[in-house]
């Protein structure tokens, strides 16, 4: 599990804990005899901490999207805009599916070992589990921004996010110089000013590939994940 106190921008939904053996196959590969199923995997690092995960989309209606690391497994259902009608969160100690109904969110399961039920009201405002996705396609159709909630795994709080388009940059990624559209979240309100982050998307067609942000208190190593393959 990832330490307290951190935002965790990027964890998106889970179930299945992955092996990493799964890491040695094709991921960039589609399924066999159709093009429904991507998968790519990404490198994390934050100090002198680093992990490989999978991430894995099945665009049916709606998609599917698997994220796959080597302690947790998160898996949301979403549209193709990114907007997420069920999560769920599996680890050792964890299982928890988090469903919407209309303006609510209704999370139950076990959270590190103790049972929750709980609903939480977000009225008609956007939750985007799987941001990579939301905020891709917000990029790539140039919506200038939105405002979302997510669900904070290390604490299943929702959080309030704001995302803003910037200008498109080129950015280097396994060494090849690509252009990318960027997109920067931050926290709403008061808070807008205490923490920011960035994601960046291939423009030519959409795919995640990098994200930078500190994601903790002040002294935290910066979190930078990037695209392999």
Request: net charge positive; glycine share 8%.
């Amino acid at each position: 599990m990832r330490k307290k106190g951190k935002i965790f921008f990027l964890r998106e939904t889970g179930a299945l804990l992955c092996l990493m053996a799964v890491a040695g196959v094709l991921f960039s590969a589609g399924r066999a005899g159709g093009t429904r199923l991507k998968r790519h995997r990404y490198r994390q690092t934050e100090g002198k901490e680093t992990f490989h995960y999978i991430r894995e989309e099945d665009h049916q209606d709606p998609m599917t999207v698997r994220v796959m690391e080597p302690e947790n497994t998160f898996i949301t259902v979403c549209n193709s805009a990114g907007q997420t009608f069920q999560w769920q969160f599996i680890n050792t100690h964890t299982r928890i599916t988090a469903k919407r109904n209309k303006d609510t969110i209704h999370l139950t399961g076990t959270f590190k070992g103790r049972p929750i039920d709980k609903r939480v009201s977000v009225g008609e405002l956007s939750w985007y589990q799987a941001a990579p996705n939301a905020l891709g396609h917000m990029a790539a159709t140039g919506k200038a921004e939105d405002t979302f909630w997510m669900i904070r795994p290390d604490t299943l709080k929702l959080l309030r996010l704001k995302a803003c388009r910037l200008e498109p940059e080129a950015i280097t990624v396994g060494g090849r110089r690509v252009l990318a559209n960027k997109v920067r979240i931050t926290l709403t309100g008061l808070l807008e000013k205490l923490w920011r982050a960035h994601y960046w998307f291939r423009r030519s067609d959409g795919v995640f590939l990098q994200y930078k942000g500190v994601n903790g208190p002040p002294g935290t190593p910066e979190t930078l994940i990037q695209l392999v393959d």
